[in-house]
């Protein structure tokens, strides 16, 4: 079955259960094998070549979280401004397409010439991919096509396993194996895109609204920036200051981690363009409520975690036993914070630039910690800094909202809207 026969379904702006479960069943292979394929090379790979591919794909593949900012902008503008959805959509997609062509050329150029950073390079060509993947998807859900996106992730779940079978059966080094991924990649989101309908780029653009859409893919996608940085910057300080045995834990928790990430992060953008219209006028102050009460439980769970597992290590518990206690406490902070941000994001653009401010602080905690302890506790040394930095964020940005609780009266919203 071709992308471009998906079944096309009319459904609301709020997704049905179905359709829900359909989107996740596609996202899941797909995010099982982008993080897990390499791993499946361990006995293929000297553990070197292991380490350094674990470190890079991890330093790089989480831009596709990162580029998620088109994704956001499409899902929260397009039900808001119809008029402009085509050149919204126009405007997003180029976001992602043009610094993925630069990134392939480059990383051609240095494979021809057998100079510069070869497999950085790929490394960045495979995490702004995975950012391809996710705005061809939001277009077609916004085109009410949920088994499209789905059969676009199941595809690129097909590529993977595929390129992976034939590292495994040609005895190939990394670099091949990553530029085999990416081929297969590439054609699934090629064939995902020209089977989005036309009318979706349609309409006549107007410079009046080119400076709000850059202000949208700013403040929306900054947030994301200073969140992957920290979950970046782990595998390089694992890679620089411990030894190579712990970026190959740190990897596995994060996977792990990745897991719920990733479906809280569907499930959310799922509902968003149905939040977004909800979230105005007078659905905005109960918005930020509900987002002021998420955070506080957030916080309770990070400094409660942050507590246990420092107690734990200074006990002399194993060091999995307190990797799994991290991971756990990362996984519910990060969850209801992922929660609060969208309805803060998709309430009032005030807020914007305070989410942006709550992000910084939470990369400056994990900068903290993993400047200070990743020499000596390693892995636990930076999944600990991710924990600080979800508090950290989820504490600014609980600060930045209380500003304006007591000044108005909530008023409530009906239906699935977190």
């Known amino acids: 079955m071709s992308i471009a026969a998906a079944p096309t379904t009319s459904v609301p702006y709020a997704p049905s259960w179905v359709s829900t479960g359909v989107v996740l069943a596609g996202r899941a292979g797909f995010r099982a094998l982008w993080m897990v394929a390499p791993l499946l090379l361990a006995t293929t790979w000297t553990a070197d070549e292991l380490g350094r591919t674990v470190a890079v794909i991890g330093g790089f593949g989480w831009l596709a979280i990162l580029f998620a900012t088109a994704e956001k902008t499409l899902l929260k503008q397009v039900p808001r401004l119809p008029r402009l959805a085509g050149q919204v959509s126009r405007r997003t997609v180029a976001t992602v397409l043009v610094p993925l062509g630069c990134a392939l050329g480059a990383a051609t150029l240095s494979t021809l010439t057998g100079a510069g950073p070869t497999l950085l390079l790929w490394g960045l060509c495979w995490g702004l991919t995975g950012a391809a993947y996710q705005v061809v998807a939001a277009l077609h859900r ?3 096509r949920p088994g499209a996106d789905a059969l676009l992730f199941a595809s690129g779940a097909l590529a993977l396993l595929t390129a992976t079978g034939v590292t495994v059966a ?17 054609a699934v989101a090629a064939a995902g895109l020209a089977a989005v309908p036309r009318e979706t780029f349609r309409g006549v653009g107007r410079r009046a609204a080119v400076g709000p859409l850059r202000r949208s893919l700013l403040l929306l996608g ?10 970046s910057a782990g595998f390089w300080a694992v890679a620089a200051l411990a030894p190579e045995h712990e970026a190959v834990r740190y990897y596995v928790a994060v996977t792990v981690a990745s897991v719920f990430g990733a479906t809280t992060t569907v499930v959310v953008r799922l509902h968003q363009p149905d939040v977004s219209l909800r979230l105005r006028g007078s659905g905005a102050a109960a918005g930020e409520d509900a987002a002021r009460r998420i955070l506080a439980r ?6 409660g975690t942050a507590a246990l597992a420092v107690g734990a290590h200074l006990l002399g518990a194993p060091w999995w036993a307190t990797l799994a206690l991290l991971t756990l406490g990362e996984v519910v902070v990060f969850t209801q914070r992922t ?6 994001e998709n309430s009032r653009s005030r807020w914007l630039p305070g989410n942006v401010g709550a992000s910084a602080c939470g990369l400056l905690a994990a900068s903290v910690v993993l400047l200070t302890c990743t020499a000596r506790g390693g892995a636990l040394a930076a999944m600990g800094a991710l924990v600080a930095a979800q508090l950290c964020n989820a504490t600014a940005l609980r ?6 609780s007591g000044r108005r009266v909530p008023q409530p919203i009906s239906g699935r809207w977190t």
Request: net charge positive; aromatic share 2%.
């Open 142 to 144: 916004l085109a009410h």
């Open 170 to 186: 040609l005895d190939l080094r990394p670099v091949a194996w990553v530029v085999t991924c990416l081929v297969l990649l590439l």
């Open 222 to 231: 900054l947030p994301e920036v200073l969140s992957i940085i920290s979950v």
């Open 298 to 303: 957030a916080i309770t769970a990070g400094a």
């Open 339 to 344: 929660v609060a941000a969208n309805l803060v």
């Open 399 to 404: 600060l930045l909202l209380r500003r304006a």
